[in-house]
């Protein structure tokens, strides 16, 4: 019973209560936590699903109807008639309308998340068989980023979802995030900022986001990439402006990519 009620609040209530994870029984979309997002949940939930809902309630009333009243008992001697003009008109010109004004704001989408703003922080994701590597480019840092088994979950991790180094971006931050990958084909998927590129071997693809809320965020590899698929989780931790330069520092130390100079060294240790 008390499933049955978390299904239909979870259909008729928005989604205020998600966090930024699947949840157990979710039919909606996750919280949007970028404009990109937020487009995306409106264009879906005011324009295609009141679409969706019109044209099945119009289908299944003319199934009904049809069956009702052209029933062998009702109608012995069925029409002979197979052509229409008025009606085949109607039922090519009404779909096309349909299609175009779905078609419009679904460009102006598109061409919006098309559009890289001025970068402020820039992430390279590369998909490997099975985990991702990131860099960031300007600040001479590298590093892999692993599933965390179930066995070793701590508090609050998320099964299948949490890994070990997760990527750090600063809040409201244009944050440009390139995507290749090195063996097979890859996705790089964010749900709650509305991202989702393929990482293709030998090519670069670029997009952008910009997180409003301080927190966690979890997205999966979205292109089957082989048997541990399911097993390259992407954690994205976004936290404030000072936070990030807390990170940074740790990082560059960590996770340098180049060797770093003594006297270099000492300036990031002594912060
Ligand atoms: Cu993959």
Not at 23 to 34: E, I, R, T, V
Not at 89 to 115: E, G, R
Request: charged fraction near 20%.
């Amino acid at each position: 019973m008390n499933k049955i009620l978390y299904i239909f609040t979870s259909i008729f209530i928005t989604s205020s209560a998600f966090a930024n994870q699947p949840k157990d029984w979710q039919l909606g979309f996750q919280n949007p936590a970028s404009d990109g997002m937020r487009d995306i949940v409106n264009f879906h939930n005011n324009l295609l699903l009141p679409i969706i809902i019109a044209i099945s309630v119009f289908v299944l009333f003319l199934m009904v109807y049809a069956c009702i009243r052209f029933r062998a008992s009702k109608n012995p001697n069925p029409s002979t008639t197979t052509h229409n003009v008025t009606v085949e008109i109607l039922w090519t010109l009404i779909p096309c309308l349909i299609l175009i004004v779905m078609a419009v704001p679904s460009f102006k989408i598109l061409y919006k998340q098309d559009t890289i703003p001025k970068a402020d922080v820039t992430v390279k994701a590369i998909g490997y068989q099975w985990y991702w590597g990131y860099e960031y480019p300007d600040e001479n840092i590298i590093f892999e980023s692993y599933m965390i088994e179930e066995e070793d979950l701590r508090e609050n991790q998320p099964r299948l979802l949490a890994v070990d180094n997760e990527v750090v971006v600063p809040v409201n931050k244009v944050i440009k995030v390139l995507i290749t990958a090195n063996d097979v084909l890859h996705a790089w998927a964010l749900p709650s900022f509305g991202v989702k590129r393929d990482a293709v071997p030998g090519r670069i693809n670029e997009t952008w986001f910009k997180a409003e809320k301080i927190g966690t965020y979890y997205g999966q590899c979205s292109e089957l990439c082989g048997i541990k698929h399911a097993f390259m989780p992407i954690t994205v931790r976004v936290v404030s402006e000072e936070d990030y330069k807390d990170w940074l520092m740790g990082a560059k130390i960590e996770f340098a990519k180049e060797i770093i100079e003594k006297d270099q060294f000492k300036k990031l240790a002594s912060k």
